[in-house]
């Protein structure tokens, strides 16, 4: 499995100067992060209609001296923000090979129509929202709770609220409607930071869930494990289907009933999978129907 | 005897050359960010101990204002319009002095001139 430390932050945005790059780094070094993701935005409604061809996502920026430079420090991933107005985007991401090199892929919806797309079909990770287009979009309570069931993740992101004030008050109201309409259900924090000096530690950043309407434990959440979840998830997403083989290293014990007991529930247990054997195999039957009726129709 | 909680804070600075530091000055920062953040006015702070070379404040508020006070230098982004970290390398209810800590870390060292 992908190995990955705490402390996450999923939002350094990209900046051409490296000596920018190697600060922010080094301060998250400094600060205890361990896995951060390099953002880099895409507006695909600045894409004019007639030039959207097979290939329209750009490719990752190359930050392979960055990896190599903080290979034992940092995990860096990468991460596209994709900002859109209308549903036509899932067309251009199903056809694209670019997308598949990024780790992350994040939605940024710009309408409330494209806000209700990202959280029920967006194939994406994350939903983020632009801090100077204030809180004109609040999420409503079905649209949230679609999208929690589908393991996506909101993001709320606290460099902004350091850098400005008006933008903070729009970030609370953005979190409160999260409390509100969801309970504050799979919420990550990260920076968005421009510079190292609006970074902050994750003990820190975790304290602050208690302006975002978030309790201790969300705050802890926010910045450890459902990060980890967001980037298990990215990983499925971009692996797709796949074989895992579980090895046990030594006995496995199922329960601690006496022997009676558990020679009654063996009995029942192989009763069970005797019919589960049964239905496997006609799934199995049925399956392979289903794929020569389909043959014969091709 | 009121209660009363220790900060000690890491001041980083863009250019700290730019800006004058003083434990006034510093002060007057976290009453206005206290201020703005959660319309505190004139609550109790006391700086402890200041030093501007080494750019380490520790100041006590009482223990009410515990939570504020942390949110509120979590959120100062600027200092004299100077981009700024008040990084808060420890919080507690017992006196802090980053002298003595300073001291003891340096005690710890090996000593590589014997």
Known sequence: MEQTKPFYDFCVPYSKDDSVMRALLNELVETGYKTVAIDQSFDHSKKEAGKRGSEMFPEPHKVEHLRREFHDKLRILQRITILYVDVNVAHAMSVSQNLRKFNLIAGQPKTDAALTHCCTAFNGDLITFDPAAGSRLLVNRKAYQVAVRRGMFFEIKYAPSIADSNYRKDMIKIAQNYCTKGKSKNIIFSSGAAHEFQLRGPYDVANLSFIFGLSEDQGKNAVDRHCRQLFLKAESRRLGKTIMFVKGNGPIVFSDTSEDEQSTEDDEMMGLESQIGEADALEVKDGTEHVIKRLKVA | ?114
């Open chain 2, 1 to 114: 005897m009121a209660n009363h909680y220790y900060f000690d804070i890491k001041l980083k600075l863009r250019d700290p050359d730019a800006v004058v530091l003083t434990p006034a000055l510093f002060r007057s920062c976290v009453l206005e960010a206290l201020d703005s953040f959660f319309c505190e006015e004139k609550p109790t702070l006391e700086i402890v101990k200041f030093c501007a070379q080494q750019q380490r404040v520790v100041f006590r508020v009482p223990e009410e204002l515990h939570d504020i006070v942390r949110m509120s230098i979590e959120l100062i982004g600027h200092y004299q319009q100077m981009p700024c970290h008040f990084e808060i390398l420890q919080s507690s209810k017992s006196s802090l002095d980053f002298e003595k800590s300073i001291e003891k870390t340096l005690s710890g060292l090996p000593n590589f001139e014997d």
